[in-house]
């Protein structure tokens, strides 16, 4: 079954609501012919594998390709100017693939196998059922729950108005443990299992649980009569399911030289089963690739680069913090890379970087990355850098976010024994050779830069707020470039984050920089004329090709200076409804302020 989800490709074509809920499913299996062998009942699981996000997926869904506050590229999306209007479509307003599952659960039986046989495939089912109202609620808020198939002729149910979020969210519970009590104790890094649904429990019910505690203000619109009681039942739902998982030991972190265990997770060509709980595989033999050598390599893809603000996030290798060194904000490349956290060597370009297979060292490419801060993270060797040409697997679910995910959830609810950070994000902390988190210390010396972005939670009266500030470190470090960035943002109500300008690398202003300080000029800034060229270095003409803050003063480089951002604090926590469903549904309500 690995070739199939490897070479699996969604067939169902995006429609509304009342368009496909009255079809069969276009893998032509009818009702009463359906399910008859165990193979049967796999090939149509296998089919949902299309659920999962893709490598370079559009927003916020690509696995790789986050943008956000974390990548900065050439352009922003909508979601980042606050350019949205409300859309007559949306694809992500799509009810295809829960059409197919309850179909499944609603045939299953009539090919009168024994339970022991249908349980782990049902099992499947609901967490591809979870999975999806995850995600639509993630967007949406409110959502019509849908458990059968829909004949043409209901028209009580085609014409469904939204449930409450809590009806919605207490159903995917309920999906989720079924799924965890049947589905198969197999592991595979290709294949979903009991293990996979527990890590999408711990997700959903962290999101959950924190969307709940953030958005529980009474005058917020998106709450739904939140309280502290039902966030923190969520919360502990978290907890609990990490801590299983945890002690199965069925998982472990990645290991290695500290100097190169992290990248290396993300380099290898198959995926490592003690760290990755799912991921998205590829294969040269079998012609399916992504695009990420190319994606980061090259100037054709809006030229990503890491952040400013979460570069200065990564703490001094010694564990003091960077941002608490004087003048941190001037010091140049070379010098500001020096003695951080390996994790930072290992996302980005720094002085010494070779290629996987290679031995030239070399410095980041300005005609590839916007900000300078040039991405390595799941970069392989030089062979795969062509246009579709990398086939490096993407993790899904992998055991670093269950430990993050029970370390917030723990210090959420107020936990104040040390052991649930040694147990959890000091493993992370150890892989790399950082010291370890104290949560005593971490909360009588909050960081003023986390805390100055932070508003939100710093406002709070939470007594872990210090430590709860560092973990938000440690999950935005951890997990960069794998998708995560959207939903924490909303979930922690931080979207007016997204308002900040983007910045890059300080320059003093116009000069020749040698990057690496390996003797070699990498790239010049320029003002008036281009001066001669040289081969290996970039030209930036100052003002034109590159903006800095305080223009021939210098400063840190400004991306998209004249592309405003307004985050709409009461409307864009959620997507807006298609105005075509609220059309031919006229019980379907249009979000808040939309």
């Not at 003409?541 to 200076?561: F, Q």
């Amino acid at each position: 079954m690995k070739k199939l989800f490897i070479i699996f490709s969604a067939s169902i074509l995006l429609a509304s609501c009342s368009k496909f809920l009255d079809r069969e499913p276009l893998t032509q299996i009818s009702p009463d012919n359906a399910f008859s062998s165990e193979s049967e009942l796999k090939l149509y699981i296998q089919s949902f594998y299309g659920m999962f996000p893709s490598a370079d997926g559009g927003f916020p869904w690509g696995i790789y390709n986050e943008t956000i506050d974390n990548i900065v590229l050439t352009s922003l999306t909508p979601q980042l100017t606050g350019d949205r209007v409300a859309p007559v479509t949306d694809g992500n307003w799509s009810w295809g693939n829960l059409r197919n599952i309850n179909f499944f659960l609603q045939n299953y039986t009539k090919g009168h196998l024994p339970d022991n046989i249908t349980a782990p495939y049902v099992g499947a089912a609901r967490f591809f059922r979870a999975y999806f109202y995850f995600n639509m609620v993630a967007l949406y808020g409110d959502v019509p729950w849908i458990s059968t198939v829909i004949d043409a002729n209901d028209s009580v149910l085609l014409h469904k108005p939204r449930d409450p979020r809590k009806l919605v969210m207490d159903s995917v519970l309920s999906d989720l443990d079924y799924a965890v009590a049947h589905m198969t104790a197999t592991k595979a890094a290709d294949q979903v299992s009991k293990w996979t649904a527990m890590a999408l429990k711990a997700r959903v019910c962290l999101f959950e649980g924190t969307f709940r505690k953030y958005h529980g203000d009474g005058g917020d619109p998106f709450n739904e009569g939140f309280t502290a009681g039902d966030a923190n039942t969520w919360l502990q739902r978290c907890a609990d399911i990490c801590d299983t998982l945890m002690k199965s030991n069925m998982y472990k972190l990645h290991t290695g030289v500290p100097a190169a265990a992290y990248g290396e997770l993300f380099s290898q060509q198959s995926p490592d089963p003690n760290e990755y709980i799912l991921a998205r595989t590829y294969s040269a033999g079998l012609s399916v690739f992504h695009n990420l050598n190319y994606y980061t390599v090259s100037p054709s893809y809006g030229k990503p680069g890491l952040e400013k603000n979460l570069v200065n996030s990564y703490l001094m290798k010694d564990g003091s913090r960077f941002t608490d060194i004087p003048g941190y904000d001037t010091i140049t490349f070379f010098n500001e890379v020096q003695n951080r956290d390996p994790r930072l060597s290992q996302t980005i370009r720094t002085p010494g970087y070779t290629r996987i297979g290679a031995t030239q060292p070399l410095a980041p490419d300005f005609s590839a990355t916007v900000t300078g801060y040039q991405l390595t993270k799941f970069v392989s060797d030089p062979s795969q850098d062509a246009n579709q040409r990398s086939v490096t697997p993407l993790p899904i679910f992998r055991y670093g976010e269950v430990l993050l995910n029970y370390a917030e959830a723990m210090a959420e609810l107020g936990s104040t024994d040390q052991s649930f950070l040694d147990r959890s994000i000091n493993l992370l902390r150890g892989r790399v050779g950082m010291p370890s988190l104290n949560l005593a210390t971490a909360n009588a010396d909050p960081d003023p830069y986390l805390a100055d972005q932070d508003s939100v939670l710093w406002n709070s009266t939470n007594p872990n707020k210090g430590v709860l500030l560092e973990i938000r470190r440690e999950r935005r470090i951890e997990l960069v470039m794998e998708s995560f960035r959207w939903n924490d943002l909303m979930r922690w109500k931080e979207g007016y984050l997204l308002r900040k300008q983007f910045k890059g690398m300080y320059f003093p202003g116009a000069g020749s920089y040698d990057l690496d300080m390996n003797g070699k000029i990498d790239v010049v800034i320029y003002e008036g004329t281009k001066p001669p060229t040289q081969n290996g270095v970039v030209y930036l003409k100052l003002g034109s090709d590159v903006d800095l803050e305080n223009g021939t003063a210098g400063g840190n480089i400004v991306v998209n200076r004249k592309i405003g951002k307004n985050w709409q604090e009461n409307r864009d926590y959620l997507f807006p409804i298609p105005l075509q469903e609220i059309l031919l549904n006229p019980t379907i309500t249009q979000n808040p302020n939309w």
